[in-house]
């Protein structure tokens, strides 16, 4: 009786742990440069998720603007959490633009100077 108690544990357990579909975003380093710091993050809205850049200043620490690089629609017919689309890796590419990928294996080139986003491609 009770070898069938643990194992029914263990059976539900390990359910449990298969129902969590969705893995935490990648850890990614901030980019330091000209007295900035540019942080990768995801905001979570109702109808849609937005991976944006955060610039905040090094001297007094606040934040001066946040750039939405891309957003994903959700469909809703769909759990969210699968429909979430991280930013993987972000990289200094030359003096004045930052550019980043994301899980969906898209490019966007974030330019310091203006802010202004350009997708680059899409990986294959």
């Known amino acids: 009786m009770k070898k069938s108690i643990i194992l029914l544990s263990v059976f539900i357990f390990s359910l449990l742990v298969l129902y969590a579909k969705r893995t935490p975003p990648p850890e990614i380093s901030s980019i330091i440069h000209n007295g900035y710091e540019y942080i990768a993050n995801y905001s979570d809205g109702i109808f849609k998720g937005t991976g944006q850049m955060i610039i905040k ?20 017919f769909l759990e969210k959490d699968v429909q979430w689309i991280f930013i993987k890796e ?3 590419i030359d003096n004045d633009t930052i550019r980043i990928y994301n899980e969906n294996d898209e490019i ?8 202004k986003v350009k997708k680059i491609k899409k990986t294959t």
């Open 108 to 115: 966007f080139d974030l330019e310091l100077i203006n802010y």
């Open 57 to 76: 200043s090094i001297k007094d620490s606040k934040i001066k603007k946040t750039i939405s690089i891309y957003s994903i629609w959700y469909n809703p």
């Open 90 to 92: 972000t990289e200094l």
